[in-house]
């Protein structure tokens, strides 16, 4: 395995399930993310662990809980989701320096396409 | 007014044709510019990085950044049909190096 793998690549679920997305990279980085991606919006960041400690939270509502294990894997944790939480979810990896900086460059994930109903 | 305007397009052109895509945004403090390229039921990938003003060539592209108009470009020329795909500006600066992305333009080249 090469990059960053998420799965799963397609879940669809209920307002009322819980089901989790799992996200791994194999590049030795030491920050993960997740975005949330919609038809015709910008990419929004919702979180960001640096060496295993989320530095981030971008107002994302409970019902998301990110988990990070260890500097290579990655998941979020769903329950009681809405319609419109339906998009494409992307995990990426950077490495950054010991002041948490990093160059910019994002390696993404292909995404898990998620259909709430 | 948005930190990042980009036009999402769509935009179709023919095979061999310059295309021009751009962006803007009102925050002075970035500094980092990139472009990302984003083939449908991928994730997004690197295509281009720029620091500052300037331009910065890597064979068929060209990223210019105009610091002082708060414009970025990329251009592609002699485009091919796997140019195809959604490009994607984000630019990032001050201490915490977070990237904002533009929406992405859906760029088509029909062969």
């Known amino acids: 395995e090469t990059g960053v793998t998420q799965t799963p690549r397609h879940l669809v679920m209920g307002m009322t399930n819980k089901k989790s997305l799992k996200c791994e990279q194999h590049l030795g980085h030491n920050a993960m993310y997740w975005y949330k991606q919609s038809a015709k919006k910008p990419l929004e960041l919702m979180f960001v662990y640096n060496f295993k400690e989320q530095t981030e939270n971008n107002s994302v509502p409970s019902r998301f809980s990110p988990e990070c294990p260890n500097s290579s894997h990655l998941f979020l944790h769903l329950h009681t989701l809405q319609p419109e939480d339906s998009a494409l979810y992307l995990c990426a990896s950077s490495q950054r320096d010991l002041r948490g900086a990093h160059t910019g460059e994002l390696f993404f994930g292909e995404g898990s396409r998620l259909t709430v109903l | 007014q948005k930190e990042v305007e980009q036009d999402p397009g769509p935009l179709s052109v023919p095979e061999g044709a310059i295309v021009s895509l751009n962006c803007t945004y009102s925050n002075s403090a970035f500094q980092y510019f990139m472009w990302y390229r984003q083939y449908s039921r991928k994730g997004p990938e690197l295509l281009m990085y720029t620091y500052s003003s300037g331009n910065k060539e890597d064979g068929r592209f060209t990223a210019q950044v105009d610091k002082s108009s708060k414009y970025i470009s990329l251009f592609i020329r002699d485009s091919q049909p796997s140019d195809s795909a959604t490009y994607l500006c984000?630019?990032?600066?001050?201490?915490?190096?977070?990237?904002?992305f533009g929406k992405g333009t859906l760029l088509t080249v029909n062969p």
């Open positions: 984000a630019m990032s600066g001050g201490s915490n190096y977070k990237l904002t």
